[in-house]
């Protein structure tokens, strides 16, 4: 195993705002950039981001604006479009074009920057669980997860407890570490999600009435992409799917059976498998007659 150098950076947005960005193997190449799904963080990846460096990928992912370690809005006025353009912005600060992939919210953002931006800041998409159409009950029990604790959480076995509650898949529950990064310690000693509350007012109000953009956007993207579902997924089903598939009828799709909408923690093995198959087809198909892909 390559112990890769991970680095941390600010990266400047046009509206006075920071992102965190982490980069695995800086000088790796293709480059991969993760963009996390809506309340999570971009420790989300960190076990497909490091085995996909191990392999010699430059692997880049970040908090989006009012997650994680990134800067919140002061006046709370969250919308799509910004999303999609700090999605752009960290896509070109990469020394290549990047190849995107997307889980949930972070997938509906590229496929808005791939369908509407031209020149497409993007070599190749990787949708993980997620079409521009969704499943109502599923997007809506993320939400009731996501509003089921105000107050916080007394300690982080409280917090662990409600997860595994939410996730009941997981055989494995998160350890005081592993959450850390995903709460935030309040002045009343109460631990709290890591994600701006505001986002829930702003973001999620706008979701269903951006679904003919989504859409439209689909139908305009002319590079290479994978969808990536789970076969227990709520979010995403056979219509869904199906309905991607006649918008985007170059996509590939592979199911993993045993995952639901949180592909990458339930099936991370075979998930992080399917991204280096499609990063090798890539490859080779773009490598110049008589070379020999690696």
Known sequence: ??????????????????LSVETRHAAGDPVLLFAHGFGQTRGAWAGSAQALAEIGCRCVSFDSRGHGESDRLANGDYHMDQFATDLALVARSQPRLPILVGASMG????????????????RALVLVDITP????AGVERILAF????????????HAAEAIAAYLPQRRERKTEDQLRPLLREGADGRLRWHWDPALL????????????RLMAAAAKVDVPVLLLSGGRSDVVSRDTVNEFLQLVPHARHVELPAATHMLAGDANDAFTREIAAFVGELDRHDAPTGAVAN
């Not at 112990?3 to 947005?13: A, G, M």
């Not at 996501?146 to 076995?157: I, N, S, T």
């Open 133 to 136: 159409r969704w499943e109502t």
């Open 1 to 18: 195993m390559v112990n890769r150098p991970l680095d941390i950076s600010r990266l400047p947005t046009a509206d006075g705002l920071a």
């Open 201 to 212: 007012a702003g973001v999620v109000s706008e979701s269903e009435r951006y679904q003919p």
């Open 107 to 122: 997938g509906l953002l590229g496929l808005v920057v791939a369908g509407e931006m031209r020149p497409s800041p993007f």
């Open 146 to 157: 996501m509003q089921a604790h105000p107050d916080g959480f007394a300690d982080y076995a």
